[in-house]
């Protein structure tokens, strides 16, 4: 298991878009998201596949706590999080 500290985690919506999404990058087989402390939770101990985690997060708008949270990312979280709102 692998935890990871995400920017851009505002609400249930988001939560949803998160985990479908980590759930199609190859070798997850299992996601928790924490809404409260902002965590990720994968089921992987292996390295390749906890770095594929993070670009996917990244790259859905919801990069690792240290990571730059630019402008992009921002932009991209609220379209996620209004996309897994709808997808309920």
Do not use: W
Not at 13 to 33: I, Q, Y
Not at 78 to 88: D, N, Q, T
Request: hydrophobic share 35%.
């Amino acid at each position: 298991m692998a935890t990871i500290e995400i920017l851009n985690l505002k609400c249930g919506g988001c939560a949803n878009t998160v985990t479908k999404g980590l759930l199609t990058v190859e070798g997850v087989k299992d996601v928790s998201v924490d809404l409260d402390a902002s965590k990720v939770t994968v089921d992987t101990d292996d390295e390749q596949v906890l770095e594929k985690v993070k670009h996917k997060l990244s790259s859905m708008g919801y990069p690792e706590v240290g990571e730059a949270n630019t402008m992009l990312h921002k932009a991209k979280s609220f379209v996620s999080c209004a996309s897994g709102r709808m997808s309920k």
